[in-house]
């Protein structure tokens, strides 16, 4: 006989468990894009404590929808070593570009990703950060569903030494930083650049390109990084989005070297 209150129980403190070992990371990377999801994988491989808070139910971000909710991805050249990591075989579609379905490309990154050692909390927005000496040390969090309704409801603080704004065009974490601080950016403006209209050659470089450090403490891969750093849109191609997560990952792990 199936008891309802041992169920929720089981739900109740393996929950909390989770949440209370993962109070003070590595690095917490704010959207489970494929962005967020690639830098989590090579940061959990190379033994780094790292959460990822993403405010949606599901996991995945933009990735689900392909081209116009038309469920197939685009993979340049460049972009196939990253999913030959994540076993994720690619079919070739005419030279240098390889097509998969978008629902197991967003299946295996997380995956992938979890089994590496990432936790993922769903359903958790961020909604600011913790500011220490002139520093991102932190994020402020809360319900998706609480900040999507804008109750007035106080929220929760979780510590890490590294934050990676992973969410995508928006760039929220980069956004309220300035918005609140009016912080200077390391962009050539000092302010959010602003996302560019679409050349996909241009704008898969400089995702990578501009996946770096923003402020002390932040950084941004993804279409986040082209929102701050000024970047064209590239749509439904990812090698740029996995290789930037790559890169990501790269460099805060040179970073939490340096301390
Ligand atoms: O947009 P998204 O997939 O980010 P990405 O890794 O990849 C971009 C591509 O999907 C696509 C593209 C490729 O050519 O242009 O757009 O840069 O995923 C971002 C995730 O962040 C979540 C959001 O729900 C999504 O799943 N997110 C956004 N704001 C917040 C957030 C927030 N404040 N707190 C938590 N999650």
């Known amino acids: 006989m199936l008891d309802e209150t041992v169920i929720s129980r089981a739900i109740i403190e393996t929950y909390m468990k989770k949440l209370t070992d993962n109070l003070s990371v590595d690095v917490a ?21 790292v959460v990822i808070f993403e405010r ?17 991805i685009v993979v340049q050249e460049e972009g196939k070593a ?27 990154l997380a995956l992938r990703a979890v089994e590496a050692g990432v936790t993922v909390f769903n359903l ?11 520093r991102v040390s932190g994020l402020v969090l809360n319900w998706g569903t609480v900040m ?8 929760l603080t979780v510590h890490s030494r590294c934050v990676l704004d992973a969410t995508g065009h928006p760039a929220h974490v980069a956004e309220v930083l300035c918005r609140k601080m009016g912080v200077s950016l390391n962009t050539p403006t000092g302010k959010m650049m602003g996302e560019m209209s ?29 929102a ?32």
């Open 198 to 226: 679409m050349d996909a050659e241009k704008g898969e470089k400089q995702t990578v390109e501009n996946t770096r450090e923003a402020y002390p403490g932040l950084f941004v891969s993804g279409m986040a990084a082209n």
């Open 124 to 134: 958790v927005g961020v909604e600011d950060v913790v500011l220490h000496d002139e």
């Open 56 to 72: 949606a139910l599901a996991v995945g971000g933009g990735m689900w929808g392909g081209g116009m909710g038309f469920n197939e």
């Open 82 to 108: 990253v999913l030959d990591e994540f076993d994720l075989p690619a079919v070739r579609y005419v030279q240098g570009y390889y097509t998969l379905d978008s629902v197991r490309a967003v299946s295996a």
């Open 148 to 155: 999507k309704a804008g109750i007035p409801v106080d929220p």
């Open 29 to 49: 990377i704010v959207g489970a894009g494929p962005s967020g999801f690639v830098a989590g994988y090579f940061l959990a491989k190379a033994g780094r404590k």
């Open 228 to 259: 701050v750093f000024g970047g064209y849109r590239m749509g439904p191609v990812f090698g740029g989005m996995l290789l930037s997560g790559k890169r990501a990952a790269e460099v805060m792990l040179a970073r939490l070297g340096e301390r």
